[in-house]
């Protein structure tokens, strides 16, 4: 049996674990689509699923929470991971599933449990959530390049700002725009004196000046009632395209927001789920706090939006939605939330939906977009091998 070693770092992970472990509801591999929200006619959307298996060393548990797809890692494309028990990054060959490399963060000085990582060329950024630092390193020269802190807790009632602690997931990614670092993050809890502009969710930081900002609110669906304050509806799932735009996805809205960084305008689409008639709050007292047990039955039980999937391939958008739990919430098989997956087309415009299958297990905070399809982790029972469907919806 493998030992976890660091790989829990704070609490909110291992609460958030219980999550990401869920079945999804469907009809097979064709499905067919509930009315259209625009011309209420039925569609189809039908799709194909295949298997990837990665096997694994010796020191890597099949657990992961962050991941990131590189189209061109040395020539290949591959699926890169995080080992926290080692903090590295593991390269995998999507073709030939080899492991092409391993970047040890020890190497460089980096001892603090790491989160979340970011990639590039010549160069990867990694963030601790510990100390809320994200640090470059220069892989050419082996030398850090800087450590910045994206957070401080300093807040003041009588100009109440919350600053949102950047928390990366696969599904919460850290992604760059040009000189320009992007983390998603919140604040736990829950506060009358939110409004809405004084509690965003996108950390942006500028590697040249230094500069952190934040911008991106909550929407007003989440001034009128209170929301748990915990990742299941605080969470801000997002995702950017060619446009320099960032396009979030928050648990309790219809709609999706897009900030334009070119024009620094917001703009707000409606692109809700045909299943999804209301999502009813936690409750309307907004400072109250729920226990553990009663918030995580109120998100079984209630229907959320969740990843939000830029697909440059096809010039679409993938946004999840997690439907009620099917069966009753025990607590040895985890949650039962069956997902459906909207598409929009590059204008935010709704095409269809479709389900995943209900006799298949995925990990949906862990999937990302190829050439190839939709990449979503599924719960692996042999140790030794991280494994991942393959979608490829066809419309």
């Not at 903090?87 to 030939?96: A, G, H, L, R």
């Not at 492991?99 to 601790?128: F, K, S």
């Not at 030398?143 to 602690?165: C, G, H, S």
């Not at 001034?223 to 997002?238: E, H, V």
Request: net charge negative.
């Amino acid at each position: 049996m493998r030992r976890f070693g660091n790989c829990s770092i704070t609490v909110l992970i291992l609460f958030y674990l219980v999550i990401i472990i869920s079945c999804t509801g469907g009809k097979g591999f064709g499905v067919s689509q509930d009315e259209a929200i625009e011309d209420e006619k039925t569609e189809e959307m039908f799709f194909s699923i295949d298997s990837l298996y990665f096997k694994l060393d010796s020191v890597t548990v099949n657990i992961i929470h962050y991941c990131q797809f590189l189209s061109d890692y040395k020539g290949k494309s591959c699926i890169s991971f995080l080992n926290e028990n080692t903090n590295s990054i593991y390269f995998y060959d999507i073709q030939t599933k080899a492991l092409l490399d391993i970047i040890d963060l020890r190497e460089y000085g980096i001892r603090i449990p790491v989160q979340g990582y970011l990639y590039l060329e010549n160069e990867v950024y990694v963030y601790t959530y510990s100390d809320a630092s994200l640090t470059c390193i220069n892989l050419d020269t082996g030398q850090i390049r800087f450590t910045y802190a994206m957070y401080n807790n300093n807040f003041d009632r009588r100009n109440p700002f919350f600053m949102p602690k950047p928390f990366p997931l696969t599904c919460l990614p850290i992604k760059s725009l040009g000189d320009t670092i992007i983390l998603s993050g919140l604040v736990a809890g829950e506060s009358p004196l939110e409004n809405g502009t004084n509690r965003p969710v996108i950390t942006l930081f500028d590697t040249m000046t230094k500069q952190v900002s934040n911008l991106v609110n909550y929407p007003p669906v989440y001034q009128k009632a209170n929301w748990g304050g915990s990742l299941f509806f605080r969470s801000a799932f997002y995702d950017t395209n060619e446009k320099n735009d960032i396009v979030v996805s928050f648990p309790a809205s219809d709609e999706i927001v897009v900030y334009s960084i070119r024009e620094g305008s917001y703009y707000h689409h409606y692109a809700g789920s045909s299943s999804i008639k209301r999502i009813q709050p936690f409750s309307m007292k907004r400072n109250k706090l729920g226990d553990s047990n009663r918030l995580f039955e109120w998100y079984l039980n209630t229907p959320s939006y969740e990843n939000l999937l830029y697909d440059e391939y096809r010039h679409c958008y993938y946004r999840f939605a997690k439907m009620p739990q099917t069966i009753a919430y025990n607590s040895k098989i985890g949650t039962q939330k069956p997902t459906r997956v909207i598409i929009l087309d590059d204008s935010y415009s709704y095409i269809g939906e479709f389900s995943l299958p209900n006799n298949l297990i995925f990990v949906t905070s862990n999937a990302f977009v190829s050439r190839d399809g939709i990449y979503i982790q599924k719960k692996e029972q042999n140790e030794d091998l991280i494994s991942f469907y393959l979608i490829r919806p066809f419309y």
